[in-house]
């Protein structure tokens, strides 16, 4: 139970409507913490939001009268917000595990002693909601009344943080007002920090992001990116791993989407990709259906594997779609509805992007402020008129392709899981184990990306992403593993897994071999295999797609024609690339992860002696052919 001194304090802050909304609520933890932020950052008063119309309409109406978002754009219901030049990404550096003396972490993950690190971000959050209003935002991961349901809250002093969670989550109050007072919830605490003229955090240089796990808590300061401050995107996602291990389920970086098969089936599938590596275009894809495109909790109910998103809306990257190769997110994009841009460029009342397909304005606003067609930043290097790190937020329910059991309480029965990464030496482009074990050790495990715009470290470094999940891991990756490899050996049917990769280069010309809209087709195919409509061909790194079998999928998705030879040049087993993967793969589970399962040196030892003699037998490079 709070104290006294705690609860004047908090009536206090409030005024009699907003304190009689918080009372309602019998949650000791929540009144602590709430306490606890407002004893910490000192706002002058309290906004409690219980989700009422008028009230979640006052937020997007404070968001834009402070200028945190402005409304100057000439599709009704479309907003911008700008963050700042040094804030337009993750940040990994200064995202930390705060853990106690008793536990350690991969040594891969950034992290630092609980105890200093809570007396470091609570030092940069004092007073730093001084002259401002905190809002509270009670929310739910997943749907309600669900044993998908994580109850969680933000305290926030952005009303452009406030404003987007009303886009991508459902609201909580209610579940609040029901749930048991032990009930474990998630609760972020959030303050922008000082904003200078532009309403832009002014000391990114003092950033800190946060996560105690031990108190299911996050703290973000100094910050307005929203995957920074937002706290349920990736920072909850941390905090939800633990407790999926603890209860034996699966919080994921995985996308849900409905595929239409023959006779009209539909078949779920859930797919891992690490940032700007092809998930939400998947996910997006004409004539299928999206049921999530960033985070998804998956349970094991009565012996069967199901997904739910723990969304409900999409913070999407705008850099490259175009009507061209993503023409229902263009039209929604363009058309009256509540979206909010952020760091595009704008000019006559639109915003712009990179590679949308249309020539570009010569200048405009951006996150820099005034920018001009030549304009250098202090490092002298060319500022691009839109950040490659551009983004939308938006509510689900906004794409007609949306699927309708977005908030089905029971999740969708998932047939099929992949993964996929930025691979431009190695995979082929679709490709499925031979087993769950197999699959999600050689395509989740083993999964190998290129680092991209979507963290603001050094892009083109290659590593290990581990389910595409590697940043966000908050338990011993060999414990993760385990927990997978357990999940999938409990289900009564167990989903196919595949391995996808879109980003595979000919080793001659450096071209990419899979066109962008190809990957319809892979999905296609993967839609057909989890019903075994088709054959494959079994190939040392799995089982690959036989040609006739794509040529009448290129046709019939795309209206396409599909050489052999095309199949070829993307089928081909590149055997010494492939053994230098699985090398780097053993590699850095020895040196970056503790207690790791046997299970992943058998099957990647496996590979390698299947690679191996597939070498012996027909040379390094292998095309399909030879395996059928």
Same mark, same amino acid.
């Given at each position: 139970?709070?104290?006294?001194?705690?609860?004047?304090?908090?009536?206090?802050?409030?005024?009699?409507?907003?304190?009689?909304?918080?009372?309602?609520?019998?949650?000791?933890?929540?009144?602590?913490?709430?306490?606890?932020?407002?004893?910490?950052?000192?706002?002058?008063?309290?906004?409690?939001?219980?989700?009422?119309?008028?009230?979640?309409?006052?937020?997007?109406?404070?968001?834009?009268?402070?200028?945190?978002?402005?409304?100057?754009?000439?599709?009704?219901?479309?907003?911008?917000?700008?963050?700042?030049?040094?804030?337009?990404?993750?940040?990994?550096?200064?995202?930390?595990?705060?853990?106690?003396?008793?536990?350690?972490?991969?040594?891969?993950?950034?992290?630092?002693?609980?105890?200093?690190?809570?007396?470091?971000?609570?030092?940069?959050?004092?007073?730093?909601?001084?002259?401002?209003?905190?809002?509270?935002?009670?929310?739910?991961?997943?749907?309600?009344?669900?044993?998908?349901?994580?109850?969680?809250?933000?305290?926030?002093?952005?009303?452009?943080?406030?404003?987007?969670?009303?886009?991508?989550?459902?609201?909580?109050?209610?579940?609040?007002?029901?749930?048991?007072?032990?009930?474990?919830?998630?609760?972020?605490?959030?303050?922008?920090?000082?904003?200078?003229?532009?309403?832009?955090?002014?000391?990114?240089?003092?950033?800190?992001?946060?996560?105690?796990?031990?108190?299911?808590?996050?703290?973000?300061?100094?910050?307005?990116?929203?995957?920074?401050?937002?706290?349920?995107?990736?920072?909850?996602?941390?905090?939800?791993?633990?407790?999926?291990?603890?209860?034996?389920?699966?919080?994921?970086?995985?996308?849900?989407?409905?595929?239409?098969?023959?006779?009209?089936?539909?078949?779920?599938?859930?797919?891992?990709?690490?940032?700007?590596?092809?998930?939400?275009?998947?996910?997006?894809?004409?004539?299928?259906?999206?049921?999530?495109?960033?985070?998804?909790?998956?349970?094991?109910?009565?012996?069967?594997?199901?997904?739910?998103?723990?969304?409900?809306?999409?913070?999407?990257?705008l850099q490259d779609v175009s009507p061209e190769d993503d023409p229902l997110i263009w039209e929604v994009l363009h058309e009256p509805g509540e979206i909010i841009f952020t760091n595009v460029l704008i000019r006559d009342a639109k915003p712009?992007?990179?590679?949308?397909? #249309?020539?570009? *304005?010569?200048? !405009?606003? $951006? +996150?820099?402020?005034?920018?001009? @067609?030549?304009?250098?930043?202090? &490092?002298?290097?060319?500022?691009?008129?839109?950040?490659?790190?551009?983004?939308?937020?938006?509510?689900?329910?906004?794409?007609?392709?949306?699927?309708?059991?977005?908030?089905?309480?029971?999740?969708?029965?998932?047939?099929?899981?992949?993964?996929?990464?930025?691979?431009?030496?190695?995979?082929?482009?679709?490709?499925?184990?031979?087993?769950?074990?197999?699959?999600?050790?050689?395509?989740?495990?083993?999964?190998?990306?290129?680092?991209?715009?979507?963290?603001?470290?050094?892009?083109?470094?290659?590593?290990?992403?581990?389910?595409?999940?590697?940043?966000?891991?908050?338990?011993?990756?060999?414990?993760?593993?385990?927990?997978?490899?357990?999940?999938?050996?409990?289900?009564? #049917?167990?989903? *196919?897994?595949? !391995?996808? $990769? +879109?980003?595979?280069?000919?080793? @001659?010309?450096?071209?990419?071999? &899979?066109?962008?809209?190809?990957?319809?087709?892979?999905?296609?195919?993967?839609?057909?295999?989890?019903?075994?409509?088709?054959?494959?061909?079994?190939?040392?790194?799995?089982?690959?797609?036989?040609?006739?079998?794509?040529?009448?999928?290129?046709?019939?998705?795309?209206?396409?024609?599909?050489?052999?030879?095309?199949?070829?040049?993307?089928?081909?087993?590149?055997?010494?690339?492939?053994?230098?993967?699985?090398?780097?793969?053993?590699?850095?589970?020895?040196?970056?992860?503790?207690?790791?399962?046997?299970?992943?040196?058998?099957?990647?030892?496996?590979?390698?002696?299947?690679?191996?003699?597939?070498?012996?037998?027909?040379?390094?490079?292998?095309?399909?052919?030879?395996?059928?």
């Amino acid at each position: 139970m709070m104290n006294q001194e705690a609860e004047n304090l908090l009536e206090s802050k409030c005024g009699k409507e907003d304190y009689e909304k918080l009372k309602a609520i019998d949650n000791p933890a929540a009144e602590r913490f709430i306490a606890e932020a407002v004893e910490i950052c000192n706002p002058d008063d309290i906004f409690i939001c219980s989700d009422s119309p008028d009230e979640i309409a006052y937020i997007r109406h404070k968001a834009i009268a402070g200028e945190e978002e402005k409304a100057a754009l000439e599709t009704p219901g479309h907003t911008y917000h700008l963050d700042g030049p040094r804030d337009q990404g993750r940040d990994r550096e200064n995202t930390k595990f705060l853990v106690p003396e008793d536990d350690s972490l991969s040594k891969a993950l950034e992290q630092t002693d609980r105890k200093p690190g809570l007396e470091e971000v609570k030092g940069l959050l004092r007073d730093s909601m001084e002259g401002r209003t905190m809002i509270v935002r009670f929310l739910t991961l997943g749907p309600p009344d669900s044993e998908f349901t994580i109850p969680c809250l933000e305290c926030t002093d952005s009303w452009y943080v406030a404003h987007c969670v009303d886009l991508l989550y459902r609201t909580g109050y209610e579940t609040f007002l029901k749930t048991d007072p032990d009930r474990e919830i998630f609760k972020t605490l959030h303050s922008a920090g000082e904003l200078d003229e532009n309403m832009v955090s002014k000391n990114p240089e003092d950033k800190g992001i946060y996560i105690d796990y031990k108190k299911n808590n996050v703290y973000s300061v100094n910050t307005q990116y929203a995957g920074n401050s937002v706290g349920f995107k990736k920072l909850a996602l941390r905090l939800a791993i633990r407790k999926a291990h603890r209860e034996g389920w699966l919080a994921e970086h995985f996308m849900i989407m409905g595929v239409e098969g023959p006779g009209d089936r539909k078949t779920y599938l859930a797919g891992g990709f690490p940032s700007a590596c092809g998930k939400t275009s998947t996910a997006m894809l004409p004539g299928e259906n999206i049921l999530a495109d960033d985070i998804s909790y998956v349970r094991n109910i009565d012996g069967v594997c199901r997904g739910a998103n723990i969304e409900s809306g999409v913070l999407g990257i705008l850099q490259d779609v175009s009507p061209e190769d993503d023409p229902l997110i263009w039209e929604v994009l363009h058309e009256p509805g509540e979206i909010i841009f952020t760091n595009v460029l704008i000019r006559d009342a639109k915003p712009w992007w990179l590679g949308m397909g #249309r020539e570009l *304005p010569e200048e !405009g606003i $951006n +996150y820099t402020g005034e920018w001009w @067609e030549g304009k250098t930043n202090e &490092n002298g290097e060319e500022v691009k008129p839109s950040h490659k790190n551009a983004r939308y937020a938006m509510a689900l329910e906004a794409l007609p392709n949306c699927d309708p059991e977005l908030h089905n309480p029971e999740g969708v029965e998932l047939e099929g899981i992949f993964f996929g990464g930025r691979d431009y030496q190695g995979y082929v482009p679709i490709q499925q184990g031979y087993d769950w074990s197999h699959g999600i050790i050689a395509y989740g495990a083993a999964l190998e990306t290129e680092t991209t715009f979507a963290t603001i470290e050094e892009e083109g470094q290659y590593e290990i992403n581990m389910m595409s999940i590697q940043d966000f891991v908050s338990i011993p990756l060999g414990e993760y593993l385990e927990n997978y490899l357990d999940f999938g050996a409990r289900l009564e #049917r167990t989903p *196919p897994v595949f !391995g996808a $990769n +879109y980003f595979l280069k000919d080793s @001659e010309t450096g071209d990419f071999l &899979n066109a962008i809209r190809d990957k319809h087709v892979w999905v296609k195919w993967m839609e057909l295999r989890a019903h075994d409509d088709v054959g494959a061909i079994k190939s040392p790194t799995g089982l690959l797609p036989k040609y006739e079998d794509l040529r009448k999928l290129f046709s019939q998705a795309l209206d396409k024609d599909y050489p052999r030879e095309d199949y070829k040049k993307q089928f081909t087993i590149r055997v010494p690339q492939n053994l230098k993967k699985v090398e780097r793969v053993k590699k850095f589970y020895r040196e970056e992860a503790k207690d790791v399962p046997d299970k992943l040196f058998e099957v990647l030892n496996n590979q390698k002696n299947r690679l191996q003699k597939s070498q012996e037998k027909y040379g390094d490079y292998i095309p399909p052919s030879k395996f059928e």
